[in-house]
């Protein structure tokens, strides 16, 4: 009964931002535990590089354009889903961008819009868009990617347009799950510590950055893809069936401190 808990067979998933990094890893988790998965990435090229690196290890995926700052897009897909396979079960809004190390004070106009426009607005059209049609359906379980920025104030890089988005995405995924509890769609949200991704990639160009980082994590260590991807699909299984409206932290201890 438990291992079935965990099972996906069927399910249709769709993974924004799926072509690689964390999204890659989700794609994978999913569609090995039997959902079919659709990589929706803005740029095609890496969603297709995603499919590639998926298919050989044997998992069948199909890749989607999507700009997630865009909602006429966003609309568009899901009804495109929706009309192909009939329901969409699955959303994993996981798009986002970190631009991190400018100073709040110097923080441009076109900055600030940019990150919040996708890791905020790109959340909300997602979830809004999919959710509808799982409403609709009576079930679905959504999984929005947040981050533990949204809960401490990372350093020595600054980043507070990073931060604050994030904090809204914790805080979206609980309004959202409370207004759609009783009528089968559940939201969670997974809040990562820093995961060796290209997103983090500028740590080897700062000296003595990551020795903050690992000074600041009681594991002393970065997480690796497959390690959100693990936690993002339980909250996406029936075996998280009683959640919804949390925030999972998976910080190796990180916001211990
Ligand atoms: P990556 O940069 O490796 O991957 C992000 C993917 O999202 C890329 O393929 C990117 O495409 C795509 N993307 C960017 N903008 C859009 C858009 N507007 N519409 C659709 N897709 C888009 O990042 P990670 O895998 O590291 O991050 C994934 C998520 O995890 C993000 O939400 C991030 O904030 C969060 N996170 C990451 C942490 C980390 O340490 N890595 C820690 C905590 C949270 P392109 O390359 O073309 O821009």
Known sequence: ?????????????????????????????????????????????IGARGQAALAEKG????VHPLDVTKPA???????????????????????????????????????????????????FWCNRAFGR????????????????????SNR??????????KAAVHQLTSSLAAEWADRGVRVNAVAPTYIETEMT?????????????????????MGKPDEIASVVHFLASDASSLMTGTTVVADAGFTCW
């Open 73 to 123: 897009e966003v609309e568009a897909l899901a009804a495109e889903l929706v009309a192909r396979h009939g329901r969409v079960d699955i959303l994993v809004a996981n798009a986002g961008i970190a631009r991190s190390g400018v100073a709040a004070e110097d923080t441009e106009d076109e900055r600030w819009l940019n990150v919040n426009d996708v890791n905020y607005n790109g959340v």
């Open 1 to 45: 009964m438990y291992a079935e808990k965990m099972r996906l067979d069927g399910r249709i998933a769709v993974v924004t931002g799926g072509g690689r990094g964390i999204g890659l890893a989700i794609c994978e988790a999913l569609a090995e535990h039997g959902a079919e998965v659709i990589i929706a990435d803005i740029d095609p090229e």
């Open 133 to 152: 049609h799982m409403l609709k359906a009576g079930r679905g379980a959504i999984v929005n990617i947040g981050s533990m920025s949204g809960i401490i």
């Open 156 to 165: 020595p890089q600054k980043q507070t347009y990073y931060n604050a988005a």
């Open 59 to 62: 998992y069948r995926t199909s």
């Open 201 to 221: 990639s500028y740590r080897h160009d700062n000296d003595g950055m990551i020795d903050v980082w690992l000074r600041d994590t009681p594991m002393h260590r």
